[in-house]
Every structure is written in C-alpha cells, then in structure tokens.
C-alpha cells in the first residue's frame, strides 16, 4: 500500500551516519552503547556510496558524521568530508574531543578537518564524558576551533540535577561570553547569531534521555517533563533524519541505537537500495503512528490491549517513551493486534491536518516535537 508523502511533512534535508560504534570513552549514558571494544566502521567508500544513493530520492543539504568517535576513522573521515563537501552539502562532526589532549593536538586536528571542507563541529561533553575524557580536552579544542571558519560550533552538554561539568562550567573554564542555548525536552530553541567573525558559538544545554546504556539511570539523576504524560507529543524526526550506522543498517532516525530495534531498523543499504529503504519505513504502520499520533499514543494503547506493558512513573525524553514501545517485544505484540486502529486513527489525523492546511478547520490536537539533546 502507497501512502501520500504529505504525511511526513518535508524533509529537513539531513544525512546522518553513524559512522563506528567504536568510541575512545564508555560513557555510562551512551545512547549508542558505544566503546572502546566495539569493532566496524564505515569507509569514506561506503558513505560516498550511500551519499549518492540518497541523494536519487533526497535533497540533502547537511552530512552529519557521528558515532561512537567519528575521528577514529583517521584519513577515512577526512576523505568523505571532503567528498560530500566538494558535492555542495554542509557538513558536521559530533566528537568528544579526545584527540585535543593540549593546545597544539588540537589544532592539528581541526586544521585537518577544516582543510577537508568541514563547516560544524560539535563537541560533546558531561560529566559521564569527563570520566574518559577530561572536560579540558574540549576546552583545547575549543580554543582550536575559534575563528577557523566554521560556520558552527557547539558544545553539547547534558545536565541533571547533580552534575558538575555543566554550562556554567563551561562558561567558568571554556569561555564566559558563549550563549547557553536551552534545548527544553518539548521544544527546541533558536539558535544565537553568528559572532563578528561568522561563526555561531553555543551551548546546547539539555537534560539527559534514559535511553541506550542509560536506560535505568536514576531518578533523581534526572529531570522529568511533566508535559509529556500529558500530550501526544508527535515526533517530526522519524523517517525525516535517517541514518546510516557502521554495520550500513539504515534506521528511520537518530535519537536512539537502533542495533536490535525490530520497528527503527529499515534495513542494510547493501542488500536494498537506499529509495527501497525509504519505501520500507514510509509504509510501517508503527512508524506512521510516531509520526502522526506520537510515541505516547502507541505506548497507551498498547497498555490499553495488555495492561502488563510496562510505564516508567515519568519521562524526561519523547524517546524514553518510544524505546519503550519499539524494544518491547510484549508492547509490539500488544500494537500488532490493534493494527487495523492504528491505520485507521493515522488516516483520521491526516484527514485533519489536510482539513487544517485547507482552513476548513482547526488544527487538530497534539504538538510537534524535535527530539534534540541526545547523548551519544
Ligand atoms: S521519538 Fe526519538 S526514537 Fe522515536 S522515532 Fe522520534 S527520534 Fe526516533
Ligand atoms: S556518549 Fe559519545 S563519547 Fe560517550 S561513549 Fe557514547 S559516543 Fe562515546
């Protein structure tokens, strides 16, 4: 069965890969449960091939290299970089900085990452970072990074209750004059303007997810969002932001490990093609609902068929509730047997939304989101 693309909304234009799982730290929070003992890694080969493919059905407009480490992949990375950048697409690391061991490591690395045509870095860091990689690395690189010409440079910092190496640590010992942008878990805020020497220079600051390797983290850890026992909150990133993982699975998003995910998993790019692979996820039902009804939504229903299908007692992250329902195997089975509902409260909602783009009614109930401020 074909559905109308319209329900999707529009693309944001973003390639992800996922390039190893393979990472210099073991963070107790991994959402991508990566370290230093996991093997695979893409090649600037596979991700070129991938590029292109992607590129038949999507306008892509920005390449987003993360992991586990993407600079393990050393000359690998820097080749791809490059390719993708010479293509006309912005392109963006997420790393931890742990090759910026002093000043002058640092510039050597960002000089070989700007020299490949990187536009955005993003340097992750936290307390759980800060047991493998000392939060002074990022301040290395941070200074590295300063008036190179990127176009971007964030420092991502996930904060609880009790954490340390925070924002204001960051403005402390990094930089006091940096913006601190709060990513609140249902909304996503704008971003500061370019600096005189156009660069944007923030922290994004946002509350750890129990998700991945930080599934059962504590409670008092964390901060909770009432708002999200209360709405159907609609995720705007599945099958919007796709991504690529170092075993060449594609998955319908980025914001949790899809390695075991029966409903985020799509399929390998070398047994299908890439426009197949879209095809697969636009067509699956329980992706649909994500999209259209919320992650909340299944996870009530499917407590509605078989009151056993577990709750947490609060959420803090829209993903929380969707690894709950797509790694749950008694939740899913719930789902499967209440299929035909699950269409048929799709197709109501966008009947409603196509009413509301028309004016012919309001817009219907439920709000948007933007998963953002993962760790990984
Ligand atoms: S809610 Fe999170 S895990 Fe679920 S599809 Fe959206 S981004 Fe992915
Ligand atoms: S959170 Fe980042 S730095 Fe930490 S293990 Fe995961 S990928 Fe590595």
Known sequence: ??????????????????????????????????GPSEEGMLTAKDIL???????????????????GEPTLLGEELFDAIAAVSMDGALTRIVTNACWATDDHNARQMIRQLREAGLDEINFSMDDYHS????????????????SSGFSAVVLAVAEGPKSRVGAEWIR?????????VPQEV??????????????????????????GRARRMRDDLVIPDPLLDKQDFRCMEVMNVVVIDSTKEMGACCGIRLHGNPVLTLGSITDDSFASLMERGFDRTILRAIRALG?????????????????????????????????????????????????????ARLREETLARQGTASEPAGSDLVPSGLAR
């Not at 249902?186 to 998700?211: C, I, L």
């Open 1 to 34: 069965m074909r559905y109308d693309r319209v329900e999707w909304g529009a693309s944001r234009g973003l390639l992800t890969f996922s390039v190893t799982n393979k990472c210099s730290a073991r963070c107790g929070h991994c959402l991508a449960c990566s």
């Open 186 to 211: 249902s909304s996503r805020a704008e971003g500061p303007a370019p600096a005189a020497d156009g660069t944007v220079y923030e922290v994004s600051s946002h509350g750890y997810s129990r998700v």
């Open 172 to 180: 402390t010992h990094i930089d006091p004059d940096i913006e601190i």
């Open 49 to 67: 091939t991938a590029y292109r493919q992607a590129k038949e059905v999507l306008d892509i407009h920005v390449v987003v290299f993360t992991g």
């Open 295 to 347: 992650p909340r939504y299944l996870l009530n229903l499917a407590r509605a068929v078989d009151p056993g299908v577990r709750k947490r007692s609060f959420y803090c992250h829209i993903c929380e509730i969707c690894e709950d329902v797509t790694l749950n195997p008694r939740a899913l089975a719930a789902l499967a047997t209440v299929e035909d509902r699950i269409v048929a409260d799709v197709e």
């Open 131 to 146: 047991v493998w990689v000392p939060p002074e690395n990022v301040a290395h690189a941070y200074r590295a990074a300063r």
